[in-house]
């Protein structure tokens, strides 16, 4: 059993700073500057009653005064072994943790043409974590089934109470040096607008850090980002867009590495005053992990180990998590008549992916699937205020798993919707 109370409070305080100055007609340098701090201290104070547990010798016994009265070595108390927890704790834990972040950019933007621009800059961020803690616990032990045994745990070598129990303070303190992280970018980006259907821009940025806090988090860092946007007529409009980051912290006992890739295309038909109109989209998303772990696993999974020396009885291994995902939507409208609009859609997901999976009989499940989305309406405009609508969709979901003890999910249904929409 456990009593205790908490605290926990955050403090914070941020400052932001930017600035452009003009040096020609053309050519401005922009600074912008933020300032993060936090800190977040906890205590919590409690006590803990261990009097019945997993490592009493007999935990049919419950402890009460009655039952057990000093110097509790009789037969109807707790009976303890020599590894028995201490029956009470009064525990006194504070945590502390703080993070300051100073972020600087500097840009330099040139415009060659009213249409036509780009900037080079260079970003510098310096991160100060610090996590500590310390914890008093005043431990008590009883004896039981003989005297012998109070002097256990902590208490080995110690005096015992006039009642026969014992009593040790233990202290521990956990001040770690700060994680410190300087973390350097070089950018660059360019944007046009040649005439006016085409629109594009580019934004790049290389990263490095010389630490890392966490073992995923990116020692180097490449993020590019590509968009373009097309009207090759005024009723066709057009685009595509680029998305794709590098993260990487090759040291040899974490061997990160992580890229998430996205591609994506979509199209729009709507002649004016037609009777058609037609939306078609596309995406490909492309995800990638890998990092060293240690684990537990029986059996163990084929190619467990690696260069992590985990210690008993751990395994290591790699961790590994790669999906591609295909997105694939169109849809298209006809107005037969002027009152009638009807609309046919088809929506794709299909993916195929692979992971570490320690349980021998569990599924890859939703990272191998198809989902189908077809859908149609029809709406009909009554009078000038009222429009009946009536509309269809279909939900198949099915995952591409091996057959096995957990079978695949297979799903699908219809959904049928009737409405009436009136509008003052």
């Given at each position: 059993?456990?009593?205790?109370?908490?605290?926990?409070?955050?403090?914070?305080?941020?400052?932001?700073?930017?600035?452009?100055?003009?040096?020609?007609e053309k050519l401005d340098i922009v600074e912008q500057f933020r300032w993060d701090n936090f800190r977040i201290p906890t205590g919590w104070s409690y006590v803990t009653g261990n009097l019945v547990g997993a490592t009493l010798l007999s935990s049919a016994n419950l402890f009460t005064p009655a039952t057990c009265p000093p110097?509790?070595?009789?037969?109807?108390?707790?009976?303890?072994?020599?590894?028995?927890?201490?029956?009470?704790i009064v525990d006194q834990l504070n945590q502390f943790l703080r993070q300051e972040t100073f972020l600087n950019t500097l840009q330099a933007e040139y415009a060659f043409t009213p249409r036509m621009s780009a900037y080079l800059g260079y970003r510098y961020s310096h991160r100060d974590i610090t996590v500590n803690d310390s914890d008093t616990q005043i431990q008590t032990f009883f004896p039981g089934p003989t005297a012998a045994l109070a002097n256990r745990g902590a208490c080995v070598g110690q005096p015992l109470n006039p009642d026969g129990t014992c009593t040790a303070v233990v202290t521990d303190v956990g001040d770690d040096a700060p994680v410190i992280i300087n973390y350097q970018s070089a950018l660059f980006g360019v944007s046009?607008?040649?005439?006016?259907?085409?629109?594009?821009?580019?934004d790049t940025e290389l990263a490095y850090a010389d630490n890392a806090f966490t073992r995923i988090s990116p020692r180097h860092l490449q993020i590019y980002k590509g968009r373009v946007s097309l009207k090759p007529k005024d009723w066709w409009n057009a685009g595509a867009?680029?998305?794709?980051?590098?993260?990487?912290?090759t040291t040899s006992d974490i061997n990160n590495k992580q890229h998430n890739r996205n591609y994506e295309f979509s199209s729009t038909f709507a002649p004016v005053n037609a009777i058609w109109g037609l939306d078609l989209s596309y995406s490909y998303n492309d995800i990638y992990s890998q990092t060293n772990i240690c684990f537990v696993s029986t059996p163990a999974p084929p190619g467990a180990g690696g260069p992590l020396?985990?210690?008993?009885?751990?395994?290591?291994?790699?961790?590994?998590?790669?999906?591609?995902?295909?997105?694939?939507?169109?849809s298209i409208y006809v107005k037969p008549i002027t009152r009638l609009t009807t609309t046919i859609g088809y929506t794709l997901t299909s993916?195929?992916?692979d992971t570490l999976i320690l349980n021998p009989i569990a599924p890859t499940g939703p990272?191998?699937?198809?989902?189908?989305?077809?859908?149609?309406?029809l709406a009909f405009d009554i009078t000038k205020n009222l429009t009946y609508k009536t509309g269809w969709n279909y939900y198949d979901y099915n995952e591409k798993s091996f057959p096995g003890p957990t079978l695949p999910r297979d799903f699908r249904g219809n959904t049928f919707t009737l409405a009436l929409r009136y509008t003052m």
């Open positions: 059993a456990q009593v205790g109370s908490s605290l926990a409070r955050r403090i914070s305080a941020n400052a932001d700073f930017a600035a452009t100055y003009q040096l020609t110097p509790f070595t009789a037969a109807t108390c707790p009976q303890h072994i020599n590894a028995s927890p201490a029956d009470v046009g607008r040649p005439n006016d259907r085409i629109r594009f821009s580019f867009v680029i998305n794709i980051r590098e993260n990487r912290n020396s985990c210690g008993t009885p751990f395994l290591s291994g790699l961790s590994i998590y790669n999906e591609q995902s295909h997105y694939g939507s169109g993916s195929n992916g990272l191998a699937f198809n989902y189908h989305l077809p859908s149609a309406s």
